[in-house]
């Protein structure tokens, strides 16, 4: 289990932005490829994001394309979601964790199962 604490969440309206950030005081996130997951209100959750090691290789799911960005920041131990043009599909609670790769330099939307506590969205109209 990843001792890994996201924060950033809360109530935006319909169309605006918010920022989510993943740490941890007990590991180095820049050991991990890391990875940003999604359980919406009686929705099977999903992976949305991912990103590499180094940054240099991010992922996707086709229901934030566009409208997320996920980033690192390894010198400061932190990956962060800027998340756009919310929608009311978006609500649900957030999660940050470890993701598989096939190398330093790649990332998938497949989590390995370990993530913090997570960080509740709710986009209102």
């Known amino acids: 289990q990843l001792p890994l604490v996201e924060s950033g969440g809360g109530l935006v309206q319909l169309g605006g932005s918010l920022r989510l950030s993943c740490s941890s005081s007990?590991?180095?996130?820049?050991?991990?490829?890391i990875g940003w997951f999604r359980q919406a209100p009686g929705k099977v959750g999903e992976g949305i994001s991912c990103?590499?090691?180094?940054?240099?290789?991010?992922n996707y799911a086709t229901s934030v394309k566009g409208r997320f960005t996920i980033s690192r920041d390894n010198a400061k131990n932190m990956v962060y979601l800027q998340m756009s043009s919310l929608k009311s599909e978006d609500t649900g609670v957030y999660y940050c964790?470890?993701?598989?790769?096939?190398?330093?330099?790649?990332?998938?939307?497949?989590?390995?199962?370990?993530w913090g506590q997570g960080t509740r969205v709710i986009v209102s109209s």
């Open positions: 007990e590991i180095t996130l820049g050991n991990f490829a």
């Open positions: 990103i590499s090691i180094y940054g240099g290789e991010t």
């Open positions: 964790g470890a993701v598989k790769t096939v190398s330093s330099y790649s990332c998938t939307l497949q989590g390995l199962g370990s």
